[in-house]
Each structure stands twice: as C-alpha cells, then as structure tokens.
C-alpha cells in the first residue's frame, strides 16, 4: 500500500471515530436535557407559612377521629352478637376501606406540614397514587354493594338472609376490591408509561392523576382518554345501580300502611343516602370533566373533602344514626366503667 493510501485509510478511520464520538455526545446531552424525574415536590395544600401549624393540628385531629372511628366500627361489629347481619359485614368493608383510604393520603400531608420541603419520590408517588384509585373506587362499588343490600331488605324481608346469603356477601366484597384492583392498575401503569422531564412540582398535596399528567412531557392523549372513560363507568354504572336500588326501595316505602313503618324503614337508608350524596358529589365535580379545564384551587378544597373529611364522616354518620350500633357501643362502655370500679 502507498503512502497516500495509508494516509487516506487512518484519515477514514479517524473521521469515523470522531463521528461515533459526536453521536455518544448528542446522545449524552440529549439524556441530561430530558432527563427521567426522581423525585416530585408537592405544592401543598398552602403556601402560607403562618397556616401550616393550624393545619397540622386540624388534619391531624381529623386523621386521628377517622382511625378511631373506623377501626372501632370494625372492632363493634366483630364482637357485637347483633351485629352479624349483611349489612354490617358490608359496612366492616366500608370501615376498612375507608381506614385505609386516609391512611393512604393524611400521614404524608401530615408530614409536608412540618417539612420545608414536600418531597415524594417517583416511587412513592407511584404507589400512592395506586392505592388512592384502588380505594376511592372500591369505596364507590362498596357504597353500591349496600344499596342493593338495603333493597333486599327492605323489598324481600323474609327472603333477606337466603338472597344475602354468606356466600353472596362474599361474592359481593371481592367483585369491589377486584373493581378497584383492575382501575388502580389501568390509571397507574399508563401513568408509569408516561416521561416526566421537569418541572416536577405537583400542584396538589399528593399525587392525583390530573396533577401528574400536567407535569408529563410526552403525549397524555390515552391517559385523558382513560380517565374519561374508566372514571365515567365506574361512576355511572355505581350511580345507576344505586338508584334503581332505591326506586324500589321507595316504591316499597310509600306502599307501607303505618307511618311509623315508613319512618322505620327510610331511617336504615338515610345514612347510606348520606354517605353517597357527599362522596358522588365531590368526585363527579373532579374527575368528570376535561384535565384542561380544571381549577386547581377548587380540586383542592374539593379532594380534601373526599381524602380526609368523608372517611371521617361515614362512621358517625353510621354510628350515630344506627340503634344497634349504638346499643353495642353503650353495653362495652358500661362493661369497661364496672370493671374499672371493681
């Protein structure tokens, strides 16, 4: 080989590294201009700092009355003779998932409070935000697994314990936690299939599906889709089921002689009506509408209703307005006021 044409061969092969090294560079670059977001800062509920002492205190008495409250309906109806009909197993479920719901959400707005900074890592972020749809939709199907209970009871009495029969019941509870299961799991892996690439803010106090897909630098198009469609059926179809239940079970109300009757049986359903009129509510004026034309300060005030106040409310408000219930809970406390006098 001449010496032009070594010269030419080390002049190809250079020209060929140094291009194989730009393209490594571009490359690098690229990855540190759309790098993978690690960790989230929360915006909170509040950026006033005179606020977050108040509020510490108020989440924090409100996260308490919910754990003792649920896990005492639990407790009174596991060892309350009484209480073994279907719908206090149904509502023990409701108990549970509403314990757990909190449980999933205030600790770490909690936390935030006291912290100068709200970080959440991508995987803890992830994870809660599994376990809020798993529970809000459980919460919706278990809401739907009552009224129909309340229609077998109230329409067909003297066939209530053959329908609502052990197995039925059973059946029933895991339909809802495999509803949750399956929309936990859809919302959650195609929000992990999206890029996040900064900013990594979360305009809210925890990580909600709309917050997070404003944050994502690639396409949100499936995501939006979902949440429309996923959210709209489970909504939807709960809300027909519960109100077919309760057209027969005021059909059957209004057909009862005695007022005292119809006061009676309306009174085992008000409580129900009440719990899902305020969680229907909240979750229709968030969810059922397009993630663009959302107003993050009234999803606040509104998700704070459903997150922290409503599994505060439900046990009183099954607690308060339900006879046996209350009867249980005056027997253990004048067992425990006797043997503390003893």
């Known amino acids: 080989m001449s010496n032009n044409g070594k010269y030419y061969f080390v002049y190809c092969v250079s020209s060929f590294l140094h291009r194989v090294a730009s393209l490594k560079l571009c490359k690098t670059m690229a990855s540190l201009n759309h790098s993978t977001v ?3 800062i929360l915006e909170g509920l509040t950026d006033q ?23 005492g309906m639990i407790l009174l109806i596991g060892i309350g003779p009484q209480l073994k009909s279907p719908m206090y197993y149904f509502l023990s479920n409701l108990s549970f998932v509403d314990l757990c719901y909190s449980s999933a959400i205030t600790p770490k707005l909690l936390v935030n409070f006291i912290e100068d900074k709200n970080i959440i890592s991508y995987n803890e972020c992830m994870t809660q935000l599994f376990f809020f749809c798993f529970f809000i939709v459980s ?11 309340r229609y077998v009871a109230i ?9 609502m029969s052990p197995r039925v019941c059973c059946f029933l509870a895991t339909a809802v936690y495999t509803m949750g299961t399956f929309a936990a799991l859809v919302h959650t892996s195609c929000m992990v299939r999206l890029s996040f690439c900064g900013p990594n803010i979360i305009k809210h106090y925890f990580c909600d599906i709309i917050p997070l897909l404003k944050l994502s630098c690639s396409s949100t198009y499936l995501d939006e889709l979902l949440l429309v469609v996923v959210g709209t059926f489970n909504v939807f179809s709960t809300t027909i089921a519960i109100f077919i239940s309760y057209a027969f079970i005021l059909s059957s109300i209004l057909s009862i002689q005695s007022a005292e009757g119809r006061s009676k049986a309306f009174s085992t359903c008000s409580s129900h009506l009440a719990a899902v009129a305020i969680l229907y509510g909240t979750v ?12 993050m300060t009234q999803e606040k005030v509104a998700s704070v209703f459903y997150t922290t106040v409503i599994p505060m409310l439900n046990p009183l408000i099954y607690s308060l307005r339900n006879k046996d219930v209350k009867d249980v809970l005056k027997k253990i406390m004048r067992c425990t006021m006797h043997n503390t006098s003893m």
């Not at 229709?284 to 107003?295: E, G, H, R, V």
Request: glycine residues 4%.
């Open 38 to 40: 690690t960790l989230f």
């Open 139 to 149: 919460e919706f199907y278990m809401l739907t697994a009552m009224a129909y209970d």
């Open 49 to 71: 700092p005179e606020l977050q002492v108040f509020l510490f205190v108020l989440f924090l008495g409100i996260y308490v009355v919910t754990v003792v409250g649920n896990l």
């Open 284 to 295: 229709i004026f968030m969810y059922l509408k397009p993630p663009s034309s959302s107003n």
């Open 155 to 163: 329409c067909s009495p003297l066939l209530y314990n053959v329908i």
